[in-house]
């Protein structure tokens, strides 16, 4: 067993002295510097990669499992340190469904990825034929991800591959490069050399991570735009990928709910990361019927949710990540409100206050083709649109290019699945949003992007299949 480091040694090990310096949103202070790589260093990377590759795919399956459950063991264990910088750095409180929720998702995530069972198929076995699909490694695998989930998102990307037998070079977001620098020192500890390796750097690393003639398949997830280059810089080499992109997922309230009753479900369904977490509720159409009652359902829910310094136990909402986010969510909030929509909560936020905390807002009396309607805003401000029938409101949750998530709410489970089948989303939840779970393969329709992750499903993208006959 390897000792834990502090927060203090953690920090250290990973951060330089002169690189990209990483400030907390919610205070503007410095949290460390992280090193900024270049495309060389990228090279580099991959080359000691795919030097280690085949001796990790010759390496048996019970004993990559094992690795992969020593290093949730290992994740576990310096919990509380990772817990601390992710908060730091991505703003996202300690307790709710934040920082130390997503530390533990990935000891989660990389024990059931260890569980699940290898892929095999026998396709024919009669007096002739003998034929099974069986799945062999792809070589290395390249990792990009996004700000927002930066140490889960990591470990979904990463940790399927490494079990199916490939190496993996990962590329964090450079608004979050420590969080991912920290995770991958504690898991390299438990792994062999060079297995994995993580380069932080800007998006030209990451485009030429895409455009590498040594790795074999890209995991992407992030946004539709950065998601459409990876696909033109991977042309070349028609390398294999899964893209995880933009949502602006609907929620369909029908009639016969408990406005009561789903009100807590439904605010963390959108609010949760504080609206920065792709298969959030973004847009919610509730039946006039029920569109008062549930309007003030969710005010009083969200009043009670604190929000705040993410070191301070008691807050459950945090900042937004970056200045970047901060604009778009007012820009969009401020095209509501210009509209005449209804503020019910929030909007207004106190510019001159350290952080890019954007107040919890919701927004009723608004039009479906207002922008906090149509964009992806990623942020704390849930827009709720009034419907007559469910065809109508069918039409709009479908009238959008991204298909990530959608939701259906209502006290007749048969009527929501009929509704729910309806919908244009890779994932329809009844009465809950956004939940994701190891053995359950998730993934968008349109441009919210292609490939499942988790489950059997999950490792078969992350290999190549091979029909063995005779
Ligand atoms: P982004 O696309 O700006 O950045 C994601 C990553 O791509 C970063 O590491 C960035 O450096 C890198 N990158 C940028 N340009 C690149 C290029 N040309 N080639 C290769 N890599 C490049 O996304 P973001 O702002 O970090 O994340 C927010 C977006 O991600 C939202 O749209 C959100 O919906 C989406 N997202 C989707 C999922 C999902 O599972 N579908 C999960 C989380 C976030």
Redesign the pocket.
């Known amino acids: 067993m390897t000792s834990t480091l502090s927060y203090e040694d953690l920090l250290a090990a990973i951060t330089v002295d002169e690189g990209r310096e990483i400030l907390d949103p919610a205070t503007g202070e410095p949290v460390g510097i992280a090193p900024d790589r270049t495309v060389e260093d990228l090279d580099a990377a991959v080359a000691r990669a795919a030097a280690a590759q085949p001796g990790w795919a010759a390496t048996p399956d019970t004993e990559r499992c094992d690795r992969l459950l020593r290093a949730a063991d290992a994740v576990e264990a310096a919990g509380e340190q990772l817990a601390v910088l992710l908060s730091r750095e991505q703003g996202k409180p300690l307790n709710g469904p934040n920082a130390r929720f997503e530390v533990g998702a990935c000891a989660a995530w990389l024990r059931a990825t260890a569980a699940t069972p290898y892929p095999r198929e026998v396709l024919i076995d009669d007096d002739e034929t003998h034929a099974e699909l069986t799945y062999r490694p792809l070589g290395v695998v390249g990792a ?6 930066p140490m889960m ?1 990591t470990i ?1 990307q990463i940790a399927p591959a490494l079990r199916m037998g490939n190496t993996v070079v990962v ?5 979050t490069p420590l969080s991912v620098l920290a995770l991958v020192r504690v898991l390299t500890a438990v792994l062999p050399d060079d297995v994995l390796t993580v380069v932080p ?10 455009g590498h003639a040594d790795i074999a398949k ?1 995991m ?8 459409q ?2 696909i033109r ?1 991977s042309a070349d080499t028609i390398k294999r990928l899964t ?5 602006n997922d609907a929620g369909i309230v029908l009639p016969d709910v408990d406005p009561e009753a789903i009100a807590e479900n439904l605010f963390w369904g959108a609010f949760i990361n504080t609206g ?4 959030a509720l973004k847009r919610l159409y509730v039946h006039t019927d029920v569109y008062d009652r549930v309007c003030a359902a969710l005010v009083d829910v969200a009043r009670a949710a604190p929000q705040g310094r993410g070191l301070d136990e008691n807050n459950v909402l945090g900042p937004l990540q970056n200045g ?2 901060y604009e778009i969510v007012r820009r969009l909030v401020d095209s509501a409100t210009a509209s005449g929509a209804t503020v019910l909560l929030g909007a207004n936020p106190d510019h001159d206050a350290p952080g890019w905390f954007y107040p919890t807002t919701l927004i009723a009396d608004i039009d479906n083709d207002n922008p906090l309607v149509t964009e ?1 805003q ?1 942020g704390p401000a849930l827009p709720i649109v009034r419907y007559s029938t469910v065809d109508e409101a069918v039409a709009m949750a479908n009238g959008l290019d991204v298909g ?1 998530g959608a939701s259906v709410w209502s006290s007749d489970r048969a009527a929501a699945r009929e509704v729910a089948a309806r919908l244009e989303a890779g994932t329809v939840w009844i009465n809950a949003h956004g939940g994701v779970h190891p053995m359950i393969p ?3 329709l349109k441009k ?2 292609y490939g499942l ?1 988790f489950g059997v499903e999950g490792l078969k993208s992350v290999a190549a299949p091979q029909v063995i006959n005779g």
């Open positions: 990009i991800g996004p700000w927002n989930w998102i979904w590329k964090p977001s450079e608004y750097g800007g998006r030209e690393v990451g485009s030429r991570l895409a890209v992407f997830t992030g946004s539709t735009r950065t998601g280059s990876i810089d893209l995880e992109l933009g949502g920065q977490t792709c298969a970047a986010q992806e990623f990530l998730f993934g968008g919210s992007g992750e």
